[in-house]
């Protein structure tokens, strides 16, 4: 792996990132209970307002997105300098250049990208719950080149520049300037260690298999949620639904109807394929 002190954590919205940091969070606690989920504060956002006015003296409020973004890459060049190694860095963005030649997330020796993906059919039916809006509109987002996150405007935070799905995974994945260890959210829910494993070994993190079960373990969905109901969570944004939902995969064979679903493979099928979704299974739900 390259030199420097950033790991990106990178994903499309609700396909499990913040699930990520939570198992990396917990892995190097090594404490015997799981760590509270509001307490992870050594991953940074990458579309933090704190983060980035600590780092250019300026404050974000002042500043149009295109004057915020310009300044993005000295921000992450200086972060990836001067962080500890490995330091994670949870961003939802797709990998883009705000100038011919220059990225987004500048050309600092980042360790590497831990990126997730999920099958978009049961990320449109979580994006649904986590933003309060209906099905068709997620997915018209998925499927359409945005320049801004779909998100609703939080103090503390500026725009993602997001792709539509199928963009923003290849954006992560075919980048040539960064090793790149690539996590289905659906093999994390079947075989969480062995995957989790995976993650520590191209992170070069020293740890025992006793020590990543543990941190499986504290990461449980299930405790996951009972930490949200018992406490709430500060990422969460519905009104009406759990960040820590269901966890399940699948959940799109209940929740889209047959045109839904096919909306999602038309635009999406080639990279579905290719990551290994089966893009037209023998039955859809019916409408």
Not at 69 to 86: I, N, Q, S
Request: net charge negative.
């Amino acid at each position: 792996m390259t030199r420097g002190g950033i790991v990106w954590l990178a994903s499309y919205p609700k396909s499990g990132n913040t699930w990520m940091r939570v198992l990396l969070a917990n892995l190097s606690s090594g404490a015997a209970e799981p760590l509270p989920i509001n307490d992870l504060d050594d991953v940074y956002m990458a579309e933090s307002k704190d983060v980035f006015n600590a780092w250019t003296l300026l404050a974000a409020n002042l500043l149009d997105d295109d004057e915020v973004d310009r300044l993005r890459p000295a921000v992450y060049e200086a972060l990836g300098a001067e962080v500890p190694a490995p330091h994670f860095i949870k961003v939802h963005d797709a990998y883009t250049e705000i100038a011919p030649g220059e990225p987004l997330f500048g050309r600092m020796a980042a360790r590497g990208v831990i990126y997730i993906v999920r099958d978009p059919r049961d990320v449109a039916v979580s994006l649904s719950h986590h933003f309060d809006v209906t099905i068709d509109q997620a997915i018209a987002g998925m499927n359409t080149a945005l320049t801004g996150s779909p998100r609703r405007a939080r103090s503390g935070r500026f725009h993602s520049r997001l792709l539509d799905w199928s963009a923003h995974v290849a954006s992560w994945l075919d980048q040539g300037e960064m090793p790149v260890h690539l996590v289905r959210y659906e093999d994390l829910v079947v075989a969480p260690v062995d995957t989790f494993t995976g993650v520590a070994h191209f992170l070069g993190l020293d740890f025992g298999s006793a020590a990543i079960e543990r941190a499986v373990q504290h990461s449980d969905f299930a405790r996951l949620q009972s930490q949200e109901r018992e406490a709430g969570f500060t990422e969460r944004l519905s009104r009406t639904s759990l960040f820590f939902r269901k966890g399940c995969v699948g959940d799109w064979r209940l929740a889209l109807t047959a045109a839904q679903a096919t909306a999602i493979v038309d635009a999406h099928g080639a990279m579905m394929h290719r990551l290994g979704y089966e893009p037209r299974p023998p039955a859809y739900p019916s409408a």
